[in-house]
C-alpha cells in the first residue's frame, strides 16, 4: 500500500499477468509531480485501488489518480457493539492495569510523528490538569491509554514526564489484539497529522 510496493507489483503483474490491487490509507500520496505522475502510470497497469475513506476516494479523484471504476472504498475501522463495550471493557480493566473507575482517554496506533501523540499529551496534561479530584479512593481518576509501539516511544515517555503526568500514561506497547484495550477507553482521540 505504498509506491515502492505499488511500483513492484505492478512490475510482477506484467510478467505474471497477475492482477493488481493497491490500497490507499493515508492523504499524503500526491506532494510532487513527480510522485503524482508516477502513482498515474502504476495507476494505468492497476486493477483495483482500495481507498479506505471517502475521503482518500475524492483525493484520487480530485487528482486524476485514476478512473472511477477502479476505484473501491472499504472504510478502515473497527466495529464494536455497544454491549461487548460496556460489559466487557469495565471487566478487562483491572486484568490490563487500567483502574476501574477511571476515565480513560485513548488511541491505537504507531507511535510514529504523523500520527502526533505529543499534541495528544499536551492535550490530556492540560485535561488532567482541570479534572477535578473526586472520592479520595478515585485519586488520579484520569489515564491516557496509547496502544502501539515505534520509533517516537521513547521521546513520548519522556515527554510524560516533563508534563508530570507519566502516573497518568499507560502504554502497554504493540498488542495483537487491542478489543480488549479499546474496550477500556471512554474516549477515543485520533491526533493524526495525516490520516486516511
Known amino acids: 500500500h505504498n509506491l515502492v510496493a505499488h511500483l513492484y507489483c505492478v512490475l510482477v503483474s506484467m510478467l505474471t499477468r497477475k492482477p493488481v490491487v493497491v490500497t490507499l490509507h493515508g492523504q499524503g500520496y500526491y506532494d510532487t509531480r513527480r510522485t503524482l505522475f ?88 492540560e485535561f488532567s490538569r482541570r479534572t477535578e479530584p473526586g472520592d479520595p479512593e478515585d485519586a488520579g481518576s484520569v489515564r491516557l491509554l496509547l496502544v502501539g509501539d515505534g520509533v517516537e516511544r521513547a521521546r513520548l515517555e519522556l515527554l510524560a514526564e516533563e508534563l508530570g503526568i507519566r502516573g497518568e500514561v499507560i502504554m502497554p506497547g504493540m498488542q495483537q489484539d487491542v478489543t480488549p484495550w479499546l474496550c477500556c477507553m471512554d474516549v477515543f482521540c485520533l491526533s493524526s497529522i495525516t490520516e486516511g
Open 38 to 125: 508516477l502513482r498515474r502510470m502504476l495507476s494505468l497497469r492497476t486493477d483495483r485501488i482500495v481507498a479506505v475513506s471517502q475521503d482518500i476516494r475524492r483525493i484520487m479523484r480530485d487528482n486524476r489518480l485514476v478512473s472511477e471504476d477502479k476505484i473501491l472504498v472499504i472504510r478502515n475501522g473497527v466495529q464494536l457493539d455497544a454491549g461487548e463495550a460496556s460489559s466487557e471493557g469495565a471487566g478487562d480493566r483491572v486484568s490490563l492495569g487500567v483502574p476501574p473507575n477511571a476515565f480513560v482517554v485513548g488511541s491505537v496506533g504507531r507511535l510514529a510523528p504523523e500520527k502526533d501523540y505529543a499534541l495528544l499529551m499536551r492535550a490530556f496534561a
